[in-house]
């Protein structure tokens, strides 16, 4: 058996190995049918288009640059969208190492979590949308192109008067910020909460957020980012000098905060219920510090930490569970699950997250505007730690008539 068939299969039985308990994760990301290109349009100069794809599982130089001749034509209940900007994120650097769960399908296909564009075409039986009209997506993958099919179910309309790059930094991680806050922990204002990663794409966006929702904040970064959490109106805490359980207990006069959001690792998780009040939550969304040293080169031992994470955490949710400590408790976030339960929660939140960036309620720290051919710079970027705020790909100019009100 050739070596890259064997390291495949390998990679394919850790992935069930490590991500065992994650599998109700993989039937809630978009199925592969809509990566475009399914079907086409006849060849014609002016239908080339552009995409990057992910050649093989890596580093950034996977990400290769194609051509397409023909424009993908949409199916029943979906819509061709002209894309104008796609947001870099994280989780895009998960899907082109082949570790994020329930995106692992034949290569090549594109990475892209979120997407803003042009409806350009309507499959049939599409109603409710019209071609020209701006709209959002939370495509989980497949947004670094210059054409999209997607279906309509999930869609929402982008207002007039916002950029399109502001607009796509709100779909993924101010989204996931804004449920986290208020369909999760169910902040109010006067009440303190802990933000970890505080200067991150999430990070970021919990800062602005939690500020908008009157909610006192603490934040961890590391030290050349403290200015930055402080600027975010979040009293910074270095936490790689400082112990942020001491930290947080002196500040709050032991009593603790009422909400820590955390995506780091479960170590971190066991000191964030420490730091939280009586009644606190703990919301867990990413294994932020196992992930990121995953890499292609070891990718069956990586997946295996990963894994092991997920069963630590799982294991300790069930402990807190049956022995809660004075009503804390502690849930995991995951967009994709919360949109699939709640379709309409996620509509509701991403068009109210719009509003205010529409009202300047809110606006999206953008760190680095790249076009499509610097796809690879956005994901060395990201995975080189010095990002604070967002990171976007914007694919064509916006169209005038979009942003003028
Ligand atoms: N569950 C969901 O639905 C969902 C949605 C979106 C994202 N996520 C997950 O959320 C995590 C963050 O995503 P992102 O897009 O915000 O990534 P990002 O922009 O790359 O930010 C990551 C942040 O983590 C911080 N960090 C690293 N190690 C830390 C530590 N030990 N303590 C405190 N902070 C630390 C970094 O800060 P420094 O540079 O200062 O070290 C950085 O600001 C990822 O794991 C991602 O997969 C989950």
Known sequence: MA?????????????VAAFIGMMFVAMTVA???????AASEPANPENEYRQVVI?????????DLIRHSTLPVPGPGEVRIRVLAAGVSFTDTMVRKGIYPGVDGELPYSPGYDL????????EGVSGFR?????????????????????????VPVP???????AVSLILSYTTAYQMLHRVARVRPGQTVLIHGASGGVGTALSQLGKAAGVKMYGTASTGKQDYVSSLGVEPIDYKTEDFVSRVMTETDQRGVDAVFDAVSVDNFERSYRTLAPGGSLVVYGFYTATASASENTAAGDMLDVGLEFLRWSWLQFQWKILPEEGR?????????MRDSNPDWFKEDLSALFRMLADGEIKPNLWKVLPLEDAAQGHRLIEGGGVEGKVVLRLAPEPVETVLK
Do not use: F, N
């Not at 890259?4 to 390998?10: D, F, G, Q, S, T």
């Not at 803003?116 to 499959?123: E, K, N, S, T």
């Not at 408790?329 to 699950?337: G, R, V």
């Open 3 to 15: 070596y890259l068939e064997k390291r495949r299969i390998v990679r394919r039985l850790s992935c």
């Open 31 to 37: 199925g592969h049918s809509q990566l475009a290109g």
């Open 55 to 63: 050649s093989e599982y890596g580093g950034p130089e996977v990400l």
């Open 116 to 123: 803003v564009g042009v409806v350009d075409a309507l499959g």
């Open 131 to 155: 071609i020209g009209q701006r709209v959002a997506d939370l495509s989980v993958w497949g947004a670094y192109t210059d054409y999209a099919i997607r279906p309509v179910e999930h869609l």
């Open 160 to 166: 007039e008067g916002v950029d399109s790059a502001d």
């Open 329 to 337: 408790s502690a849930s995991m976030y995951l967009i994709t699950a």
